[in-house]
């Protein structure tokens, strides 16, 4: 007998892919549970399913920096702030932070596939009794249109966020005078794709190409240091709220037209910001 709960929660990471370097994902994660069935003619009963798997998430690799160790030009090591993080291609990059901000992986390049199954053993491991096997299933949402990956860290959030990189997959839309804009809606999210955002306070360093940003937060020191190139920099906190704003802004200036936009913060969740001129 089986049991499936499909859109049981969602994942918002940011990896360090070997070909593109800091990337935001967010996946959508469908349950299977396979067993026999108990006393009470259930084999796990829905309302227990999603918090039992949520809590391992939550406590788990959502909202860490995942880390391949195999990686080329990955070095991984102990400091001040707990670990450090090396790379030197397709770029430099150096993190700091706390263990809990990664999640460290016997893997030469991270797939979407080997998360799934190493979720599924975690949770297999820790079933009850009459359950055979845990399988989860990740997926990136389907998106029409326009969409981008991107890493942050808010030093003020009380929960998961604070850690300096993490991130999220999410859609971007653009309205003008009543209509979207799809053009400018690709051209944003080709731009952001795969950069990391940081608020302007943040900087301690930087020069012609590179930045370096630290903050202290509720779960300890945090630093980052990467390419000019691959930066957003904002004025406030990097909240989809301020986001949207700055995007709105950006975009009204450039076209000089009103604009209303809607940002994403991963699946299903948001802020809209308009500007009129």
């Given at each position: 007998m089986?049991?499936f709960?499909?859109h049981l ?9 070997p ?6 994902c967010s996946?959508q994660?469908?349950?299977?549970l ?5 006393e ?6 829905f309302?227990?399913?999603k918090p039992?798997?949520k ?10 920096l995942?880390?391949p ?7 991984v090591?102990?400091?001040p702030e707990?670990?450090?993080v090396r790379t030197?291609?397709?770029?430099k990059?150096?993190?700091r932070g706390?263990a ?5 992986l016997?893997w030469?390049t991270?797939t979407?596939e080997?998360?799934?199954d ?11 009794d009459n359950v055979?096997?845990v399988?989860l299933?990740?997926?990136d949402e ?5 969409a981008?990956?991107y890493?942050?860290?808010?030093k003020?959030h009380?929960g998961?966020?604070?850690r300096?990189?993490h991130g999220h ?7 003008q005078?009543?209509?979207?804009q799809?053009?400018l809606e690709?051209?944003?999210?080709d ?10 306070a943040d900087?301690?360093r930087?020069d012609d190409?590179?930045?370096t940003?630290?903050y202290i ?6 630093s ?6 691959r930066c ?6 990097t909240?989809v709220?301020?986001i949207?704003s700055w995007?709105a ?5 450039q ?7 809607q ?13 009129l001129?």
């Amino acid at each position: 007998m089986s049991l499936f709960v499909n859109h049981l929660t969602h994942i918002d990471v940011s990896l360090w892919c070997p070909e593109k370097g800091l990337k935001g994902c967010s996946w959508q994660v469908d349950a299977l549970l396979d067993g026999e069935l108990g006393e009470d003619g259930m084999l796990f009963d829905f309302g227990e399913v999603k918090p039992w798997i949520k809590r391992t998430l939550d406590s788990g690799l959502d909202h860490t920096l995942l880390i391949p160790l195999k990686a080329q030009g990955v070095e991984v090591s102990e400091c001040p702030e707990g670990v450090c993080v090396r790379t030197t291609t397709p770029y430099k990059l150096e993190v700091r932070g706390p263990a809990e901000a990664f999640t460290l992986l016997p893997w030469e390049t991270i797939t979407i596939e080997n998360v799934a199954d190493l979720l599924s053993s975690t949770l297999t491991s820790q079933r009850p009794d009459n359950v055979h096997y845990v399988k989860l299933s990740l997926s990136d949402e389907a998106i029409e249109g326009a969409a981008y990956g991107y890493s942050h860290g808010l030093k003020r959030h009380l929960g998961n966020c604070q850690r300096i990189a993490h991130g999220h997959r999410s859609r971007l839309y653009i309205w003008q005078e009543g209509e979207r804009q799809t053009t400018l809606e690709q051209h944003w999210a080709d731009w952001l794709d795969n950069r990391y955002l940081l608020e302007e306070a943040d900087i301690t360093r930087q020069d012609d190409t590179t930045l370096t940003c630290r903050y202290i937060a509720a779960q300890g020191e945090f630093s980052l240091t990467l390419p000019k190139a691959r930066c957003c920099i904002l004025p406030k906190p990097t909240t989809v709220e301020n986001i949207a704003s700055w995007l709105a802004d950006q975009i009204s200036v450039q076209s000089g037209k009103s604009s209303s936009v809607q940002a994403f913060e991963g699946i299903n969740k948001g802020a809209m910001a308009d500007v009129l001129t």
